[in-house]
């Protein structure tokens, strides 16, 4: 088997993927890297949880001159949750690589931090197409020196009817760079984006095992008004924190929620229709155990990365095989064992039994859930509440600030402090549910790293 060394990764990339306890590449990285980091054009087709975001990611970040202070790589993606997520992964990857800057601009992120933020330009810029066109459209962006362009998702751009703005954003670009297209599939819209944007491209390919074999997919028959007591008792059975249930629509997940709910789950929704503020606020929540499980549309099925996710519920098959394995795609990444459970009704098993990639390897009982209890009290994983503190990366605040403030003023033990996520303009820490108003409190009235700063609790 190939490694990374063999791949000519530069020493700092391969040190930082050795701390990640990524050893050996995965298909779509053995095939990619090396064209890549040979200046050629790229259309790869490869499915969700292949390890994509590090096939394009390693090369782009090893041809960055960190010296040059100007946006040398574009990366386009269809939302605001996988630009995040992109600008995470990546920032993850260039830890040992100095004065790098990698930047993500979209929706629902304040403007006017973007513009300002141009005055020392980031050499690795990640961005949804409308955003972009914004910029461009303003005069705040300049893409003159880009060499390197990403289109992540290329089908979920082109299904989100962002064409013209691709277009707007190729244009501005110079005519000599590389372009890198990855594609869940291959429809005819992006076969006609890879003739009109890419040079000569090589293709690639890595799809022939969409599910990874360490996933372990479990079928449940239920009927369609059992459904959400069988949801109600599988959680009861499973009894862990992190589980995303996936659904069709915007009500659904509102209903679903509203359900788990009055069963004492500790559930939040995530799904188009929520500002986005309160899309970030329910993410991290689920991300910092506050939040046991996490009811979805296919908003989350792509750009969802969750260290560790274990266990995903197909509450509701969605209209395609595709579909189906994108969701249980967020589970069995980096060689992880995961689980994918599916409720399927009556309705359901026809277009189940035609999907030729999805085999269940189990099927359990409905009966032994349908008389399972959700307990009436929140079990030992959902013990953190969320304070919110109004204060972030802008401010100099750093994780390290907020453990000393909660040790100092709150009488807390380090091994007491849940995950701290510090933002630009706002942080999040979990600690003990029940001694979080008090926490709070002590928080709001004495000072974190010597100022004062409101502190509140998360509902």
């Known amino acids: ?37 040979a200046g050629s054009d790229i259309a790869g087709q490869a499915e969700t949880g292949s390890g994509k975001t590090a096939a394009y990611g390693l090369p782009v970040l090893q041809s960055i001159n960190t010296d040059l202070q100007q946006i040398q790589a574009l990366v386009v993606v269809p939302t605001r949750e996988l630009a995040v997520q992109v600008r995470h992964e990546l920032k993850q990857y260039a830890q040992q690589l100095p004065n790098l800057k990698i930047s993500a601009f979209y929706g629902g992120h304040a403007f006017s931090q973007e513009r300002a933020s141009l005055a020392f330009p980031p050499q690795v810029l990640v961005g949804t197409p409308g955003r972009l066109v914004d910029h461009l459209n303003r005069k705040t962006l300049t893409l003159g020196q880009v060499k390197q362009l990403v289109l992540d998702e290329a089908d979920k751009l082109l299904e989100m009817g962002f064409q013209e703005e691709l277009d707007q954003i190729i244009d501005a670009l110079p005519q000599k ?7 869940a599939t ?11 944007s890419l040079q000569e491209p ?34 009861r059975t499973l009894q862990q924190p992190g589980i995303v249930v996936f659904v069709n629509t915007r009500k659904a997940a509102d209903d679903v929620t509203d359900y788990l709910q009055t069963q004492q789950v500790a559930a939040k929704a995530l799904h188009g ?16 155990g506050t939040t046991n499980v996490l009811v979805a549309s296919d908003l989350a099925a792509r750009g969802l990365d969750i260290a560790n996710l274990a266990t995903i519920i197909q509450y509701e098959l969605p209209d395609n095989e595709a579909a189906f394995l994108h969701r249980s795609g967020r589970t069995g990444r980096a060689g ?27 099927w359990l009982p409905a009966d ?34 907020i453990v000393g403030a909660l040790i100092a003023e709150g009488g807390l033990k380090a091994n007491e402090i849940g995950k701290i996520e510090v933002q630009d303009r706002q942080s999040f820490v979990a ?23 409101k502190v509140t609790l998360v509902r």
Request: glycine residues 6%.
């Open 336 to 362: 992880k064992s995961g689980t994918v459970y599916t409720l399927i009704s009556t309705q359901d098993e026809r277009q189940f039994r035609d999907w030729k990639q999805t085999q269940i390897d189990e």
């Open 273 to 288: 229709g929520m500002e986005q503020q309160d899309r970030d606020r329910a993410m991290t929540l689920f991300r910092n």
């Open 186 to 196: 291959m429809p005819e819209p992006v076969k006609e984006l890879i003739a009109d």
């Open 431 to 453: 600690v003990p549910g029940d001694q979080a108003n008090v926490l709070a409190g002590k928080l709001s009235n004495g000072k974190i790293k010597g100022r004062k700063y």
């Open 1 to 37: 088997m190939p490694t990374f060394k063999d791949l000519q990764l530069r020493p700092a990339l391969l040190q930082r993927l050795q701390e990640l306890n990524y050893h050996t590449p995965t298909s779509i990285q053995e095939a990619a890297i090396p064209f890549i980091l």
């Open 177 to 183: 760079r590389q372009v890198i297209l990855f594609s």
């Open 202 to 235: 090589q293709f690639i390919e890595a799809t022939a095992n969409a599910i990874p074999g360490q996933v372990k997919l479990i079928g449940i028959k239920v009927e369609q008004q059992e459904k959400q007591a069988i949801l109600s008792g599988l959680l």
């Open 368 to 401: 032994r859930l349908k008389n399972q209890q959700v307990q009436k009290t929140q079990p030992a994983a959902t013990a953190f509440a969320t304070l919110h503190i109004n204060a972030g990366r802008k401010d100099k605040l750093s994780p390290r600030d």
